[in-house]
Every structure is written in structure tokens, then in C-alpha cells.
């Protein structure tokens, strides 16, 4: 399993910004596709972002598509989440996942999880 945290959350207001950040330790992150999940108060956990190693192909929920861009540092074993024009609907805790065994798609088939950072979006 490799080892993720979080960090980059807090209180933004509408139409603003903010980048988070995933580092990874354990293992080299240029052998896993990264994602970005989310949960919202009372709702299940979504799926946000990926980004794959090997075709270098990146993945996006249609919600988040033109807004937010998933980008990597393998060097650095860094992965980041670019999150531009946000709106009160993107307020969530936002989670790191890697180690995936089956759809990009599906946090059941992520191995390994951050502990989130937390995302809230006035109006």
C-alpha cells in the first residue's frame, strides 16, 4: 500500500480557487493511477479525478470538466488537484485514492486512501 495525505482545503467563496495537494510515501506513485474522490454531508463518495500513469490519460466527472484539472509530480511523488470557478455544490471533504484494482471509477477498488481535507464553498 502506499501512504496519502491531503492537504490544500479551506473556505473559499464562490467563483475561487484552490489547489490540494496528495503526497504519497511507500511507493513510487508513477506505478499507480491517482484519483480525487469526494464526499459530501449525507452522501456517498464520488468520484472527482484520475490520472493514469502509464497513458498519461486523465479522467473527469462531468460536474468538475472544464473547472478542475488532476495533475502528478512523479518525481516528487505528488499528485494535485486544480480546482478553478468553484460553486457551493463542490463543498465536500476531498480524498486522495490510489493502488486501483479494477474502474477508475469505483472507490471500492482503491486500496489506499488519504485522510481528506475539507473543501466548503460559500455563496
Known amino acids: 500500500q502506499v501512504r496519502l495525505v491531503e492537504s490544500g482545503g479551506g473556505l473559499v467563496q464562490t467563483g475561487g480557487s484552490l489547489r490540494l495537494s496528495c503526497a504519497a510515501s511507500?511507493?513510487?506513485?508513477?506505478?499507480?493511477?491517482m484519483a480525487w474522490f469526494r464526499q459530501a454531508p449525507g452522501k456517498g463518495r464520488e468520484f472527482v479525478a484520475a490520472?493514469?500513469?502509464?497513458?498519461?490519460?486523465?479522467y473527469y466527472a462531468d460536474s468538475v470538466k472544464g473547472r478542475f484539472t488532476i495533475s502528478r509530480d512523479n518525481a516528487k511523488n505528488l499528485v494535485y488537484l486544480q480546482m478553478n470557478m468553484l460553486t457551493p455544490e463542490d463543498t465536500a471533504g476531498y480524498y486522495c485514492?490510489?493502488?486501483?484494482?479494477?474502474?477508475?471509477?469505483?472507490?471500492?477498488?482503491?486500496?489506499?486512501w488519504g485522510q481528506g481535507t475539507q473543501v466548503t464553498v460559500s455563496s
Open positions: 485514492a490510489g493502488d486501483l484494482s479494477g474502474s477508475i471509477r469505483s472507490p471500492g477498488d482503491y486500496r489506499s
Open positions: 511507500g511507493r513510487p506513485i508513477s506505478n499507480y493511477v
Open positions: 490520472s493514469h500513469w502509464n497513458s498519461g490519460n486523465t
